[in-house]
């Protein structure tokens, strides 16, 4: 890899690429740490010494690299836009416009991203305004500050908060911005790369805060021996894919013969990627996000103590859940991204067939005894890479360290090996070296 990162500085135009990608990364880590006006900066570091990980907003906090529990202009990071995405893929089941763009090629592709984008506008505004108001009842720094927590904002009027919000909006459009700016004129998918800078901002935060911990070295190198292999499981799964042949027949178009080839339809193990762990932390932090602003007279509800009692990252009930939902969020994204239809009547448009198989009906039905064969395999390592670093955290006594690392690690790698990928394919558009030299 080190070597494919010296090939493409020696080369003018990828290092130019590379140097604009890297410059698009810096500003946005430089965003993050600009307060929104009307914050108290002093008090917002008061509450960040004295928090200890339990914030409810710490996904959004974890994309946004920290800066969500600055309340800087960067606050919402790319949360808004990854949930517009989503939605915007949901509603292709439900919305015949929508599935109808979708198959219309380039033309489509560019309407659906204008929704996308108006989408995540309009998500933005309702999620400035949720942290806001979780700001200034404190519970956005979860139990830091006791009974009586400093005012974060020292200035709480309709002006000054109607100016927060249109400035973490307007944030959130910047970021969206950046990120195609970044797939345009860069290198790689720019939505995932600032994920990624995001995740990884926090890391040595998060290492210092464990070496610096009770029993801090022994827990430093079980933790890290942990992360390498998981990271070693998640490439070699990522990786891995179930090749499917596929025949094309030979046509005569006029004088000239056309097919006749053979390839394979390549289907990963993880067809779903990291969206279903997204969706099961989002799930599981609605309830204890919800129960703070119940009434203080309904705090002594069973229901609401149950939620608090329970749905913690590192309680066996959370992670039983947590493990069930990813499961079901794995089999129920493929059947929404992967139609198995759609692929047999492109094969049957152009000639091709699985030997063995009839094209048409049992071409479409075989893909999709493949497809849930191997979304099993596929869900449950899905569910094990994110469950183990929290079961890691809870034998160690780890208690706010990388509270969704299972997450962390899939992005990382995947990005990671994204973006190599894209980078060799460009060295060799440009260094092809065939048979004669």
Do not use: C
């Not at 929104?36 to 008090?43: E, I, L, M, R, S």
Request: glycine share 10%.
């Amino acid at each position: 890899m080190l070597g494919t990162f010296a090939k493409a500085f020696r080369t003018p135009d990828l290092r130019r690429k590379l140097l604009f990608t890297m410059g698009i990364m810096v500003l946005f880590r430089v965003g993050s740490f600009i307060p929104t006006p009307g914050v108290d900066y002093a008090a917002i570091r008061e509450m960040q010494t004295q928090s200890q990980g339990d914030s409810l907003l710490s996904l959004i906090n974890l994309f946004s690299g920290g800066a969500l529990l600055q309340l800087s202009v960067f606050a919402l990071g790319i949360m808004p836009y990854i949930t517009a995405s989503i939605i915007t893929q949901l509603l292709r089941v439900v919305i015949p416009r929508f599935e109808a763009l979708h198959k219309e090629g380039q033309s489509g592709q560019t309407k659906l991203t204008q929704y996308t984008r108006y989408l995540t506008i309009a998500l933005a505004v309702l999620q400035s305004t949720m942290v806001i108001t979780t700001a200034r009842t404190g519970a956005l720094f979860g139990s830091a500050g006791g009974a009586d927590p400093p005012q974060v904002i020292y200035n709480d009027g309709p002006m000054t908060i109607a100016l927060m919000i249109l400035t973490m909006t307007a944030g959130t459009g910047v970021i969206m911005w950046l990120g195609e700016l970044i797939t345009e004129k860069g290198v790689g998918n720019g939505m995932s790369l600032l994920i990624f800078t995001s995740i990884v901002a926090g890391f040595p935060g998060s290492m210092a805060g464990i070496l610096g911990g009770s029993n801090g070295s022994r827990n430093f190198i079980v933790t890290m021996m942990v992360f390498f292999l998981v990271i070693g499981a998640i490439i070699f799964v990522e990786q891995s894919q179930r090749r499917i042949p596929v025949q094309y027949a030979k046509r005569m178009v006029g004088r000239r013969t056309y097919g006749g080839s053979s390839t394979y339809l390549p289907i990963k193990i993880n067809t779903a990627g990291v969206i279903p762990v997204i969706f099961a932390s989002s799930i599981l932090s609605l309830p204890t996000m919800l129960t703070q602003f119940v009434r203080a007279d309904q705090q002594n509800n069973r229901f609401v103590k149950w939620i608090a009692l329970n749905l913690r990252p590192q309680d066996g009930v959370y992670m039983l859940l947590f493990g069930l939902l990813i499961i079901f969020f794995a089999f129920f994204y493929t059947a929404i991204t992967f139609n198995p239809e759609e692929v047999a009547d492109n094969m049957k448009k152009y000639g091709g067939f699985i030997p063995g198989i009839r094209a048409g009906k049992p071409t479409a039905e075989y893909l999709h005894y493949v497809i849930n064969r191997i979304n099993t395999p596929g869900a449950m390592y899905l569910a094990i890479v994110a469950l183990i670093p929290q079961v890691l955290f809870g034998v160690l006594g780890i208690s706010s360290n990388l509270p969704f690392g299972g997450t962390t690690l899939l992005i990382i790698v995947g990005v990671g090996l994204d973006t190599v990928k894209q980078i060799e394919s460009q060295l060799q558009q440009r260094h092809y070296e065939g048979f004669l030299r």
